[in-house]
T-cell receptor
Framework: NAGVTQTPKFQVLKTGQSMTLQCAQD?????MYWYRQDPGMGLRLIYY???????DKGEVPNGYNVSRLNKREFSLRLESAAPSQTSVYFC????????????FGEGSWLTVV | DQQVKQNSPSLSVQEGRISILNCDYT??????FLWYKKYPAEGPTFLIS?????DKNEDGRFTVFLNKSAKHLSLHIVPSQPGDSAVYFC??????????FGDGTTLTVKP
């Protein structure tokens, strides 16, 4: 029972490089999310997708883009990485029709040097 | 303006005693509240929730209390166990929409 799977788990980037974080869920959920967590801070929403084909900005969208490729997959792209984007990134999904519980992936540790 | 606040960054309790984690919110439109637990190097996992039409929900050692008039909820863990040591996040939602999270409280349960 995989749940939410995100890759890569660890990545080091140089300033200005680009990369894509991949996420897939096997729970047939409509909603998917990308959060970042910085030390001493909570989970801040970067982007979310309420359903396949739709995406919306969250609290901290600057410097990121997303793609809801299909119902299962939701990717997060950093076009030109900056040290301020060093963080732990969590992908998550939920099914609003079945309640408000969010299911998280295990996290991706990104360092930008 | 932070809509969900956990004012205690950390809490330390002795094994077997009660742990009380607190959460305050400002948006009276929130209608569902959840607690998540996070171990290091793992994603958060759902722990317990409560609807705004209730004032208490219990699941084993975990009880969540909601005081709507004070816009306050709390998570009680009785008895606390060393395995409960983790970061606890409070979250609130409205109309089954996206969740707003607090900054978390790190609970340490000492043997």
């Amino acid at each position: 029972n995989a749940g939410v799977t995100q890759t890569p788990k660890f990545q080091v980037l140089k300033t200005g490089q680009s990369m894509t974080l991949q996420c897939a869920q096997d729970m047939n959920h409509n909603s998917m999310y990308w959060y970042r967590q910085d030390p001493g801070m909570g989970l801040r929403l970067i982007y979310y997708s309420a359903s396949e084909g739709t995406t919306d900005k969250g609290e901290v969208p600057n410097g990121y883009n997303v793609s809801r490729l299909n119902k299962r997959e939701f990717s997060l792209r950093l076009e030109s990485a900056a040290p301020s984007q060093t963080s732990v990134y969590f992908c998550a999904s939920s099914e609003p029709a079945s309640g408000n519980t969010i299911y998280f992936g295990e996290g991706s540790w990104l360092t930008v040097v | 303006d932070q809509q969900v606040k956990q004012n205690s960054p950390s809490l330390s309790v002795q094994e077997g005693r009660i742990s009380i984690l607190n959460c305050d919110y400002t948006n009276s439109m929130f209608d569902y509240f959840l607690w998540y637990k996070k171990y290091p190097a793992e994603g958060p996992t759902f722990l317990i929730s409560i609807s705004s039409i209730k004032d208490k929900n219990e699941d084993g050692r975990f009880t969540v209390f909601l005081n709507k008039s004070a816009k306050h909820l709390s998570l009680h863990i009785v008895p606390s166990q060393p395995g409960d040591s983790a970061v606890y996040f409070c979250a609130a939602t409205r109309d089954a929409g996206k969740s707003t999270f607090g900054d978390g409280t790190t609970l340490t349960v000492k043997p």
